[in-house]
């Protein structure tokens, strides 16, 4: 059997249709598409990107700080980029997450062949930071239960 690559040990992954969210334990994500992605399997060419989602264009994203402030928002399902292929398809990336746009994988913009060549690696759609805030309540409520039915 094969040792795990770092990326295997450290990140959670998830798989939701055919793109995935890799999680760091610091909940950080990063998204991309999985060998399921009709781009992959059938070995389409990606002609162009689009960033531009309803007047608002992802590249323009800017965050700051160690909250990650001005990050755009993201709930599930809120296009990230337009993927525009060979078979005169467009393919929408989507967040299967809830979080904040840390950034646009830089790398794609100039070189689309990297999202299906090495999805896993370098050919990351974005980054984002999951939401936490529903985990972290349900933490504190978890607690305060555990913590009355001790008394």
Known sequence: MEPKSTA???????????????????NIALIG??????IIKENLEINSISFEIDGINRLNNNVK????????????????????????????????????????NELIIDKHHLIKEDNYDTGFISIVQKNIENTTKRRRKNNKNKNQTKN
């Not at 992954?13 to 793109?19: L, N, P, S």
């Not at 598409?33 to 009709?38: L, Y």
């Not at 399902?77 to 840390?102: A, H, M, R, V, W």
């Open 8 to 26: 295997e040990r450290i990140y959670k992954k998830e798989i939701y249709d055919q793109q995935y969210v890799l999680i760091h334990p610091n």
């Open 33 to 38: 598409i999985t060998e399921e992605h009709p």
């Open 65 to 104: 700080g160690i909250k990650k402030k001005g990050g755009r928002f993201f709930q599930v399902g809120d296009t990230i980029c337009e993927l525009n292929c060979s078979n005169q398809k467009t393919y929408k990336i989507i967040s299967p997450i809830k979080g904040k746009l840390i950034e646009i």
